[in-house]
Each structure stands twice: as C-alpha cells, then as structure tokens.
C-alpha cells in the first residue's frame, strides 16, 4: 500500500475522492436511470436494471456465503452476467480475481490456490471449451447450463448485505503479464483504480453518447479502465458487448450501435485494416480506435485513419497501473510516433540505465515508475516485490523507453523474459517449466521470435534425453494442452537442439541463454 504520505498528498489533490466501484454505479444509476448502460444481442439494460441486477445477485452470494475480503475467481467472457458478477462482489467487499476465457487447469488452480478463493464463477461452454471442467473443491458457480454445479441465475435475490468496503479497501486482484513463473496478483483499491477511471474517461472524452465496443475480453485491464467499460459506465454511455473480434461480427455491431469508440491489440488493427480494404463498410459513427497492448509499428498507425476513417488513440500501459495515452488534439506526428503520456501530473517517470542512474531525454533506458494508481507492490509475493519495485516505491516495469519533449513516451523493446504474442503476456519460466515435464525432454527454453502480425511468436527449444525419440511439434503441444496451458502459451515453434549454446567460462543464465538463442533462429534460415 501507499505510504500515508503519499496518501495523503494524492487526496489532498483530489485524485482519491472516496469513491467506491459500488458507489460509482449508485450514482451512475440515480443519473442515467433508463439509459441504456449495456448492449448484447437483443438484450438491452439500462442503469437502474444493471444496479438492481447486481444488488440482488449479492445477496444471493451473500447468502451463499461470500463474506467481505474474500476472493472469487471470476471467469467469464464478453456477457452481461460479467457486470452483474463484479458488481455485485463490489458490493459485498469481497474480491473479484480477474481470470481470462483462456486460462486452462494450470492457471485457474494457481488462482485459486494462491489466493485460497472461496468460490470459482465461470460459464458452460465458451468457443468449445468447457469451463466447468476447471471446477475444483469448493463453490462452483454457472453462468449458463450448470452441469451439477450451482446456477448463476438462481443466486439473484432479495435480502441481507453487510455494510460495504471502504474506498482504501482491496477491490479486485488482476494478474500480472508475468516475466518469471506464474503471473503475478495485482492488488488494486477502490481509490487507485477509480482515479485511473475517472481520468481515461475524461482524456477519452467520453460522455452519455460514447458507446464502447468490447472486442477485447473484457476482463483485461485495457478493456475495463483505458477507459473501457468502467469510464463508459462512469459518464453514462454504453457498453456494447462483441463475442469476438472478429471483423465479420465488429463492424455490423458499430454500424448497427452507432459506436464511437473501441480498443484493439496491434494484430487485431491489421486484421481490421485489412478486412475495411476488402468489404468498405459502415463505419461512419466510429470516431477513436484505441490500439494498446503492444507497441503499434509507425507504417501500420499511418493506415488508420485512411481505412477507418476514424482518429488513431495509442495507449501504453500496464496492469500494474501506469497509463499513457496520446491526446484526441494531439498532432499527427505524436499519435503515429509514440505511445502517450502519463495520465497524471503524479506520474513519477525515471528512464534509467543498468546502474539505476538517470539518462538524458532521448536516450533508451528502463522505465521506472511511482504514481498515485501504480501499485507498490504484488500481493503475497514479498521476495519477488524486492526485485519488482526500488526501495523507494518505484515500480521496475521492464520496459525499455525513450522519452520526447513533452513528456512522450516511445516504447523501444523489454528488458524482460517475457514474450508479447499479439498482446497476450507469456513468461518463459512458466512454458519452460511444464516443457520440463515432458518424458523426452532434457532441458527446455523458449524465446519469442519477431513476427509481422503478432509481434512476435514463440519458439520453444529443447534438448532431447539420450536415447529417446524426438518429439514432434505436435506432441510437445499436447502435451501442453494437456497440462492445461492457455492455448496462447503454447509454443509455435520447436526447435530441438543437441546443447544450448554456453558462455565462455563454460555456462550461462536462463536470461543469457534465451539472447543466444534468439540470435540463433533470428539469423538462421529456419
């Protein structure tokens, strides 16, 4: 938690107004009461529907036995049940652990056990997979056809509520991109993460006639707050729910809602830049694409404007709070060159070279940042927290920036092990370590590769035990699968090799090792 310093100070400045997520939507409810809040399919629901959806499924989990400070694993995709869920655990003070539809055996039985969560709440079938096949001890709770589990739809009731969190309180756990082993948990509170709220959607514009369309999950923090379906939700605007990404199912959704604004990963930009050339469709109403999650490459940017006729926003960010956005007035230069600036004058920015000390605007160096929605430290995770922040409360972010005049950020590249496949986030220590676990494999490593469309793929290497068959691709993959490893860890590539490459003196670390490889396949033909 922040030091009371600190605290104080970003009170006193108005970013911490003692606002709870359940206050936010009172409020929104008693101003918008019959606006139109969320939109999916045919299903439409206003405000004043929305609170009372929420305010009725917590009592039903709190007659359940969800109790203040608790934390749920919640698991749910682009449906409107999502809003009732997190509200509704809002409510009673206990915390949501936000959980991708992606997220397999391995990760959902990490959050659950590394939190000791009470409950799981997750849906039937989504893209075909069967979710309630992650269900372990304890509560299980469906949205959808329940399968022996409990009913989402039968929580919804009428009675008790305990009095409420403070707005200082932990309000959810989100999960780190992670460098090293499983993703980390981000504690956010009421305060940090509404402040970062309430600013995005002012930076954003947005208003009653914003109307957001999620194409990402929405469990991702770049979906909920920059400035996503909370800053919607704040201003009175509305929230249109999309099942997928999908060009062929986005672009009638725009047309058909009249939406003005959405977010995109790079990959997915292409994908719709490509799919606008093609098919020309409606879509006059969309006024500002957000592209986030990765770094934008300056030739795809240029593209925007032309093919969707609509203003090209870059955010950088991350979960663990600093957001930087370009401005909607901001010159063309800065939007198609950069990646923003800090949301908050108390955005504390360093750019820092290997020894820590300070380097000149301009200059590439680590990112290392403090600031009134930046986190100070990983929830449970002490050892990892000495590495992960500066004894004075700047958080290591791992990347690697240069800053322009006015406070701009370019992003330059990762001085982490982590690889950023399409703007999902894979530690190399995680695959490596279920890698390991495979009959035929000796030793694993995985690095990412460049690639044009994700930006980059992954590529695991292996030396195979003496004497045994070498694995195909499609075994290792399996295997993977398996395990339950999100689909998206799985590596694309596979290389195996008779002994990775060594240093001098006759070994390496897992960070040296992984540079020497991807020099290896990014000079080789293969």
Known sequence: MWPEDFAARYREKGYWIGQ?????????????ADRVAIVSGEQRITYRELRNRASRLAAGLYARGIRPGDRVVVQLPNVPEFFDVIFALFRIGALPVFALPAHRSAEIGYFRSHTSAVAFITMDVYDGFDHRSLAG????????????FIALDTLYSDGPLPTGPKPSDLAFLQLSGGSTGLPKLIPRTHDDYLYSVRASAQICRLNQDSAYLVALPVAHNFTMSSPGVLGVLHTGGTVVLSTTPDPATAFPLISAESVTIT??????????????????????????????????????????????GCRLQQVFGMAEGLVNYTRLDDPDDVVLHSQGRPISPDDEIRIVDDEDSDVPDGTVGHLLTRGPYTIRGYWNADDHNKVAFTEDGFYRTGDLVRRLPGGYLVVEGRAKDQINRGGEKIAAEEVEDHLLTHPAVHDAAVVGIPDEYLG???????????????????????????????????????????????TGVGKTSRRELRTLLRELITTSKG
């Not at 499609?474 to 860890?489: F, N, Q, T």
């Open 20 to 32: 709870t997520f359940d206050d936010l939507l009172r409020e929104s409810a008693a101003a918008f």
């Open 263 to 308: 977010a995109l990963v790079p990959p997915l930009a292409l994908v719709w830049l490509d799919a606008a050339d093609r098919t020309k469709p409606d879509l006059s109403s969309l006024e500002t694409l957000q592209v986030g999650g990765a770094k934008l490459l300056d030739s795809v940017a240029e593209r925007i404007r032309p093919a969707l």
């Open 137 to 148: 001890d304890g509560l299980t709770i469906v949205a959808g056809d329940p399968g022996g």
């Open 456 to 502: 980059e793929r992954s590529c695991a290497f292996v030396v195979v035990k003496p004497g045994v068959r070498v694995p195909k691709l499609s075994e290792i993959r399996a295997h993977l699968r398996d395990r339950g490893l999100a689909a998206y860890k799985i590596p694309d590539r596979l290389r195996v090799v008779e002994r990775f490459p060594v």
